[in-house]
C-alpha cells in the first residue's frame, strides 16, 4: 500500500497546526498592543507585530 495518502494526511495536519499556533500568536501580540497600560510594552507588541507581519515590497 502507498504510504503518499498518509504523508498527505501528516503534513496538511501539521499545516493546519502551525497555521493555527501562527494565527493565535498574531492575536496575542495583537491584543497586548491594543491593552497594555504601558506605553513601552505597546510600543513593544507594536514591534513584534510588523516583524511578524512583515511584508514584501509590491514591484
Partial sequence: MSAL???LT???VLAAATGF???VT??????ASVASRSPARRRD????L???LRRKPHE
Avoid at 498574531?26 to 491584543?31: D, I, P, S
Avoid at 507588541?45 to 513584534?48: D, K, S
Fill in 21 to 23: 499556533s501562527y494565527s
Fill in 45 to 48: 507588541a507594536r514591534a513584534t
Fill in 50 to 52: 510588523t516583524i511578524l
Fill in 10 to 12: 501528516d503534513a496538511t
Fill in 5 to 7: 495518502p498518509t504523508l
Fill in 26 to 31: 498574531l492575536l496575542g501580540v495583537a491584543l
